[in-house]
């Protein structure tokens, strides 16, 4: 033994009976740490516990200062337990490795019966527990850090903006702290999982950028979220782009982000491999990822899967704990229950804009059916009225021809006024005449047509009003038209009836053209003119019973035409510039199971 | 001379009608209703007949299709106030058809028609 041992055990030896010094032979074996000082805080003893804690061999700390040999730097307030005789502070104490110790130290001030002073030191380790505390600390910051995320996500009603709150969560360093992060949602309208969105940098230099611009400033999360713009299609970010291609079919189910949605549990894939050896390869994943190490958390709403969250630490290589795993499907679940509320939410709103509109279609109805009710009213009135007059008209108007042809030499003053009232009684005639055909529908006698010959027809019955107007007359029809199957007669009255208007356009001339030609299932005929239009004030109003911009009109030719096509079941339709003329289409439907036939046959 | 008889309730239309035929050289008889129109076939034995498609008491179609019943050869001229008739077919039975008009042109143009064919045949 060393003679500075010998003089310590001596010195031990004063406060103990020699029998506990035999005890304090063992307790040097012992493996809690282990230390007897003196008065002067010197090294008395040192048992094997201490060596190991400290690294230091007995004999490099016996007869050296205690609180220089364990590098004691700070220590908590003492406290003092049973009486004045025993304290107890944590401390931090030089590890063996260097870097700080915790430690637990338990001093009972000794004194032996020569008055001699001294104490005996129990140290803890306080690593463990230490260690414990912090990751405990962590995982209270970590479930707050969800909370705040799921609050942000709970405040905001944008899908997109949900999608962006979810990654800017997942990868900021307030957040979860993953490098980089993406998100793909199902989409049943088009039946695939959709990249929808991506963020994080593409490599080592853009990280350094973004994180270092990121510290300068103190942001929350919530801060930190609002910053983001809405995804703009002309200028994708990396990790959008990168989130876009990896959209697959949902029904490609041996790819592997389908299985893994199907799964509907966590996956992760080590060194391009899935870690639980099952489903799918990631390989096409890997490629397009960049990286071989990622996470994937299923986006679950009402046990339903609506998509998948996928992170990785490809820049920082910082290995994926299972802390960091948890953390993911806590915020996988709040996302996946923010989409669902989101897609309930547009539901909701597609119902009632689908119910508004139905509304509005049933009050169109309403008004449509009163107005029709109001015409047929008036229609009947009118019809009563024409059909009284009639008679009386043609005997006025005869009797004023007659006279006319009876008298040979008649003075001009008789003669005129003899031919005003013929004109005048013909202007009425043709005006009762139409209002009695409107106010006699009959139902069409559908038989089969040949329109571009019908149309030649129309323009032949009114060549002598043609060459008056200086209206030049064309009817271009398809090489080979089906035969339509309407009603001969009635088309034939609504095509004269569209031409006179068309005519009475162009009282100074111009081009009067009807085109026929072969539709799906059908013919269609426009005849377009190049007189003077209609403004939209009178366009509103020219399928009204009675309306008329004509001084000789009875304003049913058009509502008459319009009404015969829709007796077919088609519709006129009008379209007019004013100054450049007006065109008026209808279409009519083939002759089933008819040949193209060509024209004129 | 061809003798033509005209049933038509209006009066005013009556004597138009038998100013104008008669001018064009024509005997005319006259009848304002349907039952005294078929009498009249039988006591005046026309050449063709001009008749109001509605008259009173009897449809016009009704006492046409009387009158072809025993004159079959009988050429009939239906005068209407509308341009179409078509949807009652007994209307195709008559040898012609004329809308209503002041202008009795047309009128005189399908009598004298029908009464050159007649002559004819």
């Known amino acids: 033994m060393e003679p500075a041992q010998l003089g310590a055990t001596s010195r031990i030896e004063a406060f103990l009976p020699g029998s506990a010094v035999d005890v304090l032979r063992v307790l040097g074996a012992w493996t809690v740490p282990f230390v007897m000082v003196d008065a002067a805080d010197n090294v008395l003893f040192w048992n094997r516990g201490a060596a190991r804690l400290y690294g230091i061999a007995e004999n490099g700390a016996v007869g050296r200062n205690f609180t220089e040999v364990v590098g004691e730097t700070s220590a908590s307030p003492h406290f003092t337990v049973q009486g004045i005789s025993t304290r107890r502070y944590e401390a931090a104490h030089r590890a063996p490795e260097g870097g700080d110790l915790p430690v637990m130290v338990t001093r009972t001030e000794l004194q032996a019966p020569d008055g001699t002073t001294g104490a005996l030191i129990l140290v803890t380790d306080l690593t463990e527990s230490k260690a414990l505390e912090r990751r405990l600390a962590r995982r209270v910051a970590q479930l707050s850090v969800i909370r705040e995320i799921a609050e942000c996500l709970q405040s905001e009603m944008s899908l997109e903006r949900i999608l962006r709150s979810i990654l800017v969560g997942a990868t900021a360093s307030q957040g979860l702290r993953f490098n980089r992060a993406y998100l793909l949602l199902v989409n049943e309208q088009r039946r695939t999982l959709e990249g929808r969105d991506g963020i994080g940098p593409v490599d080592a230099d853009e990280a350094e950028r973004i994180w270092s611009r990121l510290a300068q400033k103190d942001r929350t999360l919530r801060e930190l979220m609002d910053e983001y713009e809405p995804i703009a299609e002309g200028a994708l970010s990396a990790a959008q782009r990168t989130a876009r291609r990896l959209t697959v079919s949902l029904d490609d189910t041996d790819r592997f982000l389908i299985w893994a949605l199907s799964a509907s549990a966590t996956v992760h894939v080590e060194r391009g491999k899935v870690a639980s050896g099952a489903g799918p390869g990631p390989s096409p994943l890997v490629e397009i990822l960049g990286v071989e190490t990622f996470v994937v958390v299923p986006l679950k709403a009402a046990d339903r899967p609506v998509g998948l969250l996928i992170a990785d630490n490809a820049i920082t290589k910082r290995a994926i704990t299972p802390e960091d795993v948890d953390m993911l499907e806590l915020l996988g679940l709040q996302a996946g229950h923010a989409i669902e509320r989101t897609r309930l939410t547009d539901e909701i709103a597609r119902e009632v804009a689908f119910l508004e509109a139905a509304t509005l279609e049933i009050r169109k109805n309403q008004e449509r059916l009163v107005q029709a009710e109001r015409l047929s009213a008036i229609g009947e009135m009118a019809a009563r009225v024409a059909h009284e007059i009639r008679n009386p008209l043609v005997a006025i108007g005869g009797f004023a021809r007659s006279l006319l042809q009876r008298t040979p030499h008649p003075d001009e003053t008789t003669r005129e006024s003899l031919e005003v009232i013929v004109d005048e009684v013909r202007r009425l005639e043709s005006i009762v005449g139409e209002v009695l055909d409107f106010s006699r529908q009959v139902p069409p006698r559908i038989g089969s047509l040949d329109l571009a010959r019908l149309a030649r027809e129309a323009g032949d019955l009114l060549r002598f009003e043609l060459e008056q107007a200086g209206v030049r007359w064309e009817v271009d029809a398809d090489e080979r038209l089906p035969a339509a199957a309407a009603d001969r007669d009635q088309i034939f009255q609504a095509l004269v009836n ?35 239009g209609m403004p939209p004030e009178v366009l509103a109003h020219v399928f009204e019973p009675f309306y008329t911009t004509k001084p000789t009109g009875s304003g049913l030719g058009l509502t008459i035409a319009a009404q015969i096509v829709r007796d077919h079941h088609g519709e006129l339709k009008l379209d007019s510039r004013e100054g450049e003329g007006t065109t008026v289409t209808f279409r009519l439907p083939a002759v089933e199971g008819a040949d193209a036939q060509d024209p004129g046959h | ?43 005046e034995h026309p050449d063709l007949v001009v008749m109001d498609i509605r008259l009173p008491g009897m449809d016009g ?61």
Do not use: C
């Open chain 1, 498 to 532: 569209v031409l006179r208007n068309a005519i009475h356009a162009m009282p100074k001339g111009g081009a009067l053209s009807v085109r026929v030609r072969a539709i799906a299932h059908g013919l269609e005929v426009a005849v377009n003119d190049t007189g003077e």
């Open chain 2, 1 to 43: 001379m061809p003798k033509i008889l005209v049933i038509e309730d209006e009066k005013n239309l009556r004597l138009l009608y038998k100013q104008d035929l008669e001018r064009d050289g024509y005997q005319v008889v006259t009848a304002a209703t349907a039952p005294e129109g078929i009498a009249m076939v039988e006591a």
């Open chain 2, 61 to 121: 179609l009704e006492a046409m299709s009387k009158v072809l019943e025993k004159h079959p050869r009988m050429p009939v001229v239906l005068n209407s106030a509308y341009s179409s008739y078509h949807e009652n077919f007994m209307s195709w039975a008559a040898d012609a058809y004329v809308v209503k008009s002041a202008d009795t042109d047309e009128l005189r143009a399908r009598v004298r028609e029908l009464l050159q064919s007649r002559s004819e045949a």
